[in-house]
């Protein structure tokens, strides 16, 4: 629309609809965790799937704060609007990919996650390759000012990430695991501590 009017009224509409898909991410993650506790007996536990876990709420959580810079959009078009709400919903499928809905037909998370990592890690990738858009478009300005510290940190989730697909041996799989965790931590500590 040619000569439309910014209204900041849009972003508080785009906060809300990111809120909800991110609220039933967090959701998904605490009601899968908590399942574990009340039942630890019924299915495996396996630390490297908990660490995950962990990592993805860290994820989750980093998102839904880093998306208050959205505001700087000052004039939304719909093609932003479902960029937001794609990106959001994949960090619901990641959640997803943690947690099924049955375990069935798998002796434990680490027989789940093994057999489902692919789609994990995949949709992980997924995520940090449209945070360079994402972060984008919030402005070249805001690129700029998260420093060299995040593409650095992006494309060494993404290198770690695409390891974890291929790398089955158990020490590889948690060394891959304490990286992502300790980058991950490292750049939302020095770069977010403050909005």
């Known amino acids: 629309m ?3 009017i910014p209204n900041p009224e849009v972003f508080t509409h785009v906060r809300v609809i990111i809120g909800i898909i991110l609220g039933l991410s967090v959701s998904r993650l605490l009601t899968g965790v908590a399942r574990i506790i009340q039942h630890p007996q019924h299915r495996n536990i396996y630390v490297v799937h908990l660490g995950w876990v962990l990592f993805t709420l860290l994820t989750v959580v980093h998102f839904w704060w880093f998306e208050f810079y959205l505001h700087q959009l000052v004039l939304w078009k719909f093609e932003a609007y479902l960029f937001v709400i794609f990106f959001a919903s994949l960090h ?5 990919m943690l947690f ?3 375990m069935e037909g798998y002796d434990g998370y680490e027989d789940y996650f093994m057999s489902r990592r692919a ?9 940090f390759v449209f945070d ?14 998260l420093g060299p510290e ?6 060494a989730l993404i290198g770690l990430l695409s390891a974890g697909i291929y790398f089955s041996n158990r020490r590889a799989r948690l060394a891959i695991l304490v990286a992502a965790l300790i980058i991950q931590m490292a750049f939302i500590l020095v770069q977010f501590d403050t909005i």
Request: charge should be negative; glycine fraction near 8%.
């Open 92 to 96: 619901f499928l990641a959640c997803a």
């Open 150 to 155: 995040y593409p650095l940190r992006n494309l």
């Open 100 to 102: 099924p809905d049955s």
């Open 2 to 4: 040619e000569g439309a």
């Open 119 to 127: 789609w994990f890690f995949g949709i992980m990738i997924s995520i």
């Open 132 to 145: 360079f858009i994402d972060t984008a478009m919030k402005g070249y300005a805001h690129f700029l000012s």
